[in-house]
């Protein structure tokens, strides 16, 4: 079993649509990211979080730490959202590094 | 803004061949990371560096060594290139230790045939 799951794997929108992506994790973290990754593109962090709710835009982000889920909210979807996008989570490793562990990313299309 | 560049976005080896990924960040991080990306897999760390010359390996280092002779540069050594190693390979970078963000390179897709 991956110590990080994300829900859905695929997901096909409308535009305008309310978006939910989910995360599940099974280990103690320190913080989550969200990532989002364009076709052939490289990764952008859209959230570093470890408590509560984080706001950019139409993206909104929720951690529940007790329960260990996250979940990524697209309000008023469009197409250029189209991405994969990515749970990572960052363990309590010690040393000097902060080391990440990721999801295997949620494929969203959003249809105009 | 924060720029992690690699060398070449897309690259064709044939099985045998030593192959060099150089990654270049120009924030003064400490940490860099060498990834690579697979359908279903999703991304895993190979090697990563917390400093000049300091090295550990990741989740999957077979088969691959790693340089850091300065602090802005990272590379990724594959000494025999074999098919198996068809990939995304994503670098990325970040501040020491503590709840700071990874800034991505935009990835090197290597083919090996």
């Known amino acids: 079993k991956n110590e990080v799951e994300q829900s859905p794997q695929n997901l096909t929108a409308q535009e305008g649509e309310f978006i939910t992506i989910n995360c599940s994790y099974s280990?103690?973290?320190?913080?989550l990211h969200w990532l989002q990754q364009h076709p052939g593109g490289g990764i952008v962090s859209l959230f570093m979080?470890?408590?509560g709710k984080k706001k950019h835009g139409r993206l909104i982000a929720t951690i529940n730490i007790q329960e260990k889920h996250s979940s990524l909210h697209i309000t008023a979807s469009h197409p250029r959202d189209s991405a994969v996008y990515i749970c990572?989570?960052?363990?309590?490793?010690?040393?000097?590094?902060?080391?990440?562990?990721f999801g295997t990313g949620t494929l969203l299309a959003v249809q105009p | 803004d924060v720029k992690v560049t690699q060398s070449s976005r897309y690259l064709v080896k044939r099985t045998g061949e030593k192959v060099f990924l150089e990654c270049v960040q120009d924030?003064?991080?400490?940490?860099m990371f060498w990834y690579r990306q697979d359908p279903g897999l999703g991304l895993r760390l190979i090697y990563f560096?917390?400093?000049?010359?300091?090295?550990e390996k990741g989740d999957i280092p077979e088969g691959y060594s790693v340089s850091r002779e300065k602090k802005e540069r990272f590379s990724l050594i594959l000494e025999s290139a074999s098919t198996n190693q068809t990939s995304m390979y994503l670098c990325?970078?970040?501040?020491?230790?503590?709840?700071?963000?990874?800034?991505f390179g935009p990835g090197t897709r290597l083919t090996v045939t």
């Open positions: 990325a970078s970040s501040k020491v230790a503590g709840l700071y963000e990874q800034y």
């Open positions: 280990v103690g973290i320190s913080a």
């Open positions: 979080l470890s408590s």
């Open positions: 990572a989570v960052i363990g309590f490793w010690g040393g000097a590094t902060n080391k990440l562990i």
């Open positions: 924030m003064d991080h400490e940490n």
């Open positions: 560096s917390y400093d000049v010359k300091m090295k």
